[in-house]
């Protein structure tokens, strides 16, 4: 296959999405080539919409309709204004929601400290710190992933928004369900029993 063939290039394009390797493209790619009941015309016309239709969110920076923005997460009356949920990713925010223990707002780091790829942008942090201070924020959750990345963001957050009077909490981290202690690594483990709550 030529690399500048039409399929080539798609194989290109659906490989630079997240948990797609080189294999799963070359198979979506063919799949879409071979099709003749129009899946390719309705990908699309799926993503014109979306180009079109979907922007950030100007608050917290999830994804939202353009005719959406702010979006209904930062605009619910029901939400508690006094709290808020920093992640890295939007899908992030769709898994803790998932879970229907948080109701207050959330702000979306789009990054994190990193070198490589998707670094946060500065003026990123310089928006969390303006919405920090300029509202009723009483507690700020960071819920980070567990590598050290997302630790050394926690981290410079900490830093940068200790003086702010807020705060600062971090998801609980230990053994997941269905899970053994046998089976987990030492930082795991040192992290269940800092974070051990009392028995009922």
């Known amino acids: ?11 290109d394009a659906l490989e630079k999405l997240p948990g797609i390797g080189r294999k799963s493209a070359e198979r979506m790619a063919m799949k879409i080539a071979r099709d003749d009941k129009g899946l390719a015309s309705e990908m699309i016309d ?5 180009r079109s239709n979907i922007r950030t969110c100007t608050q917290c ?47 979306l780091l789009m990054g994190r400290i990193s070198a490589g790829r ?8 310089k928006q969390l710190s303006e919405r920090i201070h300029g509202g009723k924020i009483k507690e ?3 819920a980070l992933g567990t590598d050290t990345e997302s630790d050394a963001t926690a981290s410079y957050l900490e830093h940068l928004l200790k003086n702010d009077g807020v705060a600062m909490t971090r998801l609980a981290m230990g053994l997941p369900i269905g899970s053994s ?8 483990l040192a992290r269940a029993i800092k974070g051990r709550v009392k028995a009922s």
């Not at 202690?181 to 795991?188: G, H, L, M």
């Open 46 to 50: 799926a993503l014109a919409d979306v």
């Open 1 to 11: 296959m030529s690399s500048s063939s039409p399929v080539a290039r798609l194989v």
């Open 181 to 188: 202690v046998a089976y987990s690594d030492p930082v795991t």
């Open 140 to 142: 700020v959750i960071l």
């Open 61 to 107: 920076g999830s994804i939202t309709s353009i005719s959406n923005d702010p979006c209904r997460l930062c605009t619910s009356s029901t939400r508690d204004d006094t709290t808020i949920c920093v992640v890295e990713d939007a899908m992030d925010i769709i898994n803790i929601e998932r879970s229907g223990e948080f109701k207050g707002r959330y702000f």
């Open 118 to 125: 998707n670094p946060i942008k500065p003026e990123r942090l």
